[in-house]
């Protein structure tokens, strides 16, 4: 089987060896992808962790900023790896002081995300983060969140991009690095 990735088939390898496939859920005809193993594994966690880090340059961002909820995981990894901060992207309601907000389409309504509207000092790199990326809906409203709360998009990182879904394409020209790509 070949493992593609934006960081190479050793990356994507580690990766899939640690995918549950779960059919079936959330509603018939859904084959879930569940990261859950590979948060579990100390080691390969820390070697995903690394590998995100090393693709970008720890001195390529300022912050790091985690979507709801996976990507809070990675960002507290990786702000704790790089000595930077994190920014949570959360859902509507669940930040306490003033905030910025981005409506989106789902498959079966909308949703909301916002980040404080102070989150970010003007001008700042925000490498952000998450688990896995689809369709590119919550990836847009993010990136955008995030620019308007006046930081900079220096990068953006999954680990694991469903390619057969239009997530990359909606982003461009935000380039798009994915561990894992199936």
């Known amino acids: 089987m070949d493992f593609a ?15 549950a496939d779960v059919p079936d859920f959330p509603k018939p005809g859904i084959l879930f ?12 966690f ?37 000595t930077k901060g994190v920014v949570p992207v959360r859902k509507a309601g669940k930040l306490p002081r003033e905030v910025l907000s981005a409506s989106y389409d789902l498959e079966y309504g909308q949703a909301t995300l916002e980040v404080h509207a102070d989150a970010f000092a003007p001008g700042a790199r925000v490498l952000v983060v998450d688990d896995v990326l689809a ?24 680990v694991l991009e469903l390619g057969f879904l239009p997530g990359r394409e909606r982003l461009a020209p935000r380039p798009v690095h994915a561990l894992l790509t199936v």
Not at 135 to 158: D, K
């Open 5 to 19: 990735g934006d960081s190479g088939p050793e990356a994507a390898r580690l990766v899939s060896s640690r995918v």
């Open 33 to 44: 992808k569940d990261l859950s193993p590979l948060f579990g594994d100390g080691a390969v």
């Open 46 to 82: 820390r070697a995903v962790v690394d590998e995100i880090v090393a693709f970008h340059g720890a001195d390529s961002f300022d912050v790091v900023a985690g979507m709801e909820a996976r990507g809070f995981l990675l960002a507290a990894a990786i702000g704790y790896a790089t």
């Open 135 to 158: 369709t590119g809906g919550t990836a847009e409203a993010t990136l955008g969140l995030v620019e308007r709360a006046g930081g900079v998009v220096s990068g953006f990182s999954v």
